[in-house]
């Protein structure tokens, strides 16, 4: 029987430099509740990331760090542009996904009052199933000077109550069965925290993600002839 084939490839999606700091006022776009008083707690809060806000404080933290910081991501980011382009398309503009920027109450910035502590790094709310009921904490990223602190603990407590606790209860959560938490084998500290926190181990996937040139140390090589030649 004849059948005809009219795919045609899906344009690369492109952000103009005019809205890589997205619309004002600023539209957070995310389907989901996000209650205030489940994501705050004593000693931090999580808050939506808003690039007018948070963006060049992030980049002051990150850009002479990119290759330590980055170096489990599946991303690397040259510029601050680069960055917020990836933010408005993986993030923004997907209304199932919302990036948050961690605030550590217990110290002031007396550069942002309004924060209500200092910007201590992000995470993002990703691979979300609403019909599977479950969601991953993912991209998180702590500042240096707030590592090895009690932020990275709290913060994964909070997505914890976010991701799990019943819509009833007090806070409020979303009420999904899975929270899931994945790491680059070789990043121990992301493992070893996951684990403390009631994660279990359930497998490695090899092969499953393809890296950038920048994190090829962090991969295997690939095949000869392969069309990307690093793989995680």
Known sequence: MPYV???????VQEVPDDEL??????????????????????????????PSDHAHTYWEHVKDHRHELYRYYTRYFHTLSEFLAW????????PYQIYLAIIDKTRHDPAHPDWGGSFAGVVGMINTSVPNLQMEPGYILVFPEFQHT???????????????????????G?????????????NVPSVG???RMGFKREGTLRWA??????????GRKGRPGDRAFIAN
């Open 150 to 172: 009690h932020v990275a603990k709290t913060m994964v407590a909070i997505c914890l109550n976010y991701i799990l606790q019943l819509p009833t209860a007090t806070p409020p």
């Open 87 to 94: 933010h408005e398309l993986y993030f923004r503009r997907n």
């Open 193 to 195: 925290l996951a684990e």
């Open 21 to 50: 700091y997205g619309p004002d006022p600023y539209d957070i776009n995310y389907a989901l509740p996000l209650p205030e008083e489940t994501l705050d707690t004593a000693r931090l809060k999580l808050v939506p990331f808003i």
């Open 5 to 11: 084939n009219n795919y045609s490839p899906i344009p």
């Open 209 to 218: 993600i393809v890296l950038p040139d920048e994190l090829k140390d962090y």
């Open 174 to 186: 979303l009420g999904f069965r899975r929270a899931q938490w994945c790491a680059n084998a070789l």
